[in-house]
């Protein structure tokens, strides 16, 4: 059974660091693209960032040069290192594994950025 498992969310504050993981299980995970996206309450989930099989990444322009994504395909785990953190960044943030017309979603890990 397909399974998207999150983790690394908490508290932290302004200008500090998290770093999520999300591990999948049931799937060929190599072939994925996979993504973070976040939502904030009352409004619709928005992109990240996503990273294709190949590696290539595609960031949300709030995001650069602060978030990394990366992949370890032998671990069937993607990472989101947050670095910079600011208050706008809280909210609960999703992983995402799309190939073709499957698409699977992650549980949400909330992301709490205050001081």
């Known amino acids: 059974q397909m399974q998207l498992v999150e983790s690394g969310g908490g508290l932290v504050q302004p200008g500090g660091s998290l770093r999520l993981s999300c591990t999948a299980s049931?799937?060929?995970?190599?072939?994925?693209?996979m993504g973070w996206y976040r939502q904030h309450p009352g409004a619709q989930r928005e992109l990240v960032v996503t990273i294709t099989s190949s590696g290539s990444t595609n960031y949300a322009d709030s995001v650069k040069g602060r978030f990394t994504i990366s992949r370890d395909n032998a671990k069937n785990t993607v990472y989101l290192q947050m670095n910079g953190l600011k208050p706008e960044d809280t909210d609960v943030y999703y992983c995402?594994?799309?190939?073709?017309?499957?698409?699977?979603w992650g549980q949400g890990a909330q992301v709490t950025v205050s001081s």
């Open positions: 995402n594994a799309r190939y073709r017309y499957r698409e699977y």
């Open positions: 049931g799937i060929s995970f190599s072939i994925y693209t």
